[in-house]
């Protein structure tokens, strides 16, 4: 799915909403149009054409999980960090983990397939939806993610990003 605008009306919040909260909240971000990226492959070929040469830079891959229980987990790793589903749900403590299926993504994350981000805990933090992130996040300057939808990237720098998540009262675990 590549967020049409039919699509997005279904959002309970939309990117232009994200970014007006962002503004509105003084935190900085640098956004980026481009066509739809589903996957770490085809953001890597806008790299090149987004970021800052020399900049301490993290690019992520999300992970929307679900375990036995059900219980919804966003997991945000450096984009090319090797995932085994085993390792990582024994490495969070949380036993098996499976992907969640797209209709849950929308239900828990607002969001859809290939547009999964941290930004999405905006509403993730409403329905209980447990945060995992890359400790190199903590290293990097400036994050690049998606701002709910595919077809726009904004770079920010930790400390907006983690001020974003004390607004929305989201809890980080850091792995």
């Known amino acids: 799915m590549d967020n049409s605008p039919l699509d997005l009306d279904s959002m309970p919040v939309s990117s232009d909403a994200l ?8 935190l900085g971000y640098v956004l980026h149009e481009h066509v ?3 996957t770490v492959e085809e953001a890597k070929q806008v790299e090149g054409v987004i970021e800052v040469p020399g900049e301490n830079a993290l690019r992520v891959k999300n992970l929307y999980l679900r ?3 059900k219980r919804n987990y966003l997991v945000t790793l450096e984009q090319d960090r090797k995932i085994d589903l085993k390792e990582l ?3 969070l403590g949380v036993g098996k983990l499976s992907f969640g299926s797209p209709d849950r993504l929308m239900q828990h994350l607002g969001i859809f397939p290939g547009a999964v981000t941290p930004l ?3 509403n993730g933090v409403q329905n209980e939806v447990q945060f995992f992130m890359d400790g190199a996040a903590q290293q990097a300057d400036v994050i690049y993610m998606h701002p709910l939808i595919n077809t726009r990237t904004v770079g920010l720098k930790r400390a907006d990003l983690l001020a974003f998540f004390e607004r929305i009262s989201c809890a980080v675990t850091w792995v």
């Open 19 to 26: 970014l007006a909260q962002l503004d509105g909240w003084g």
């Open 36 to 38: 739809a990226l589903r």
């Open 67 to 69: 375990d036995k229980k």
């Open 89 to 91: 749900g024994a490495e």
């Open 120 to 122: 999405a805990m905006i």
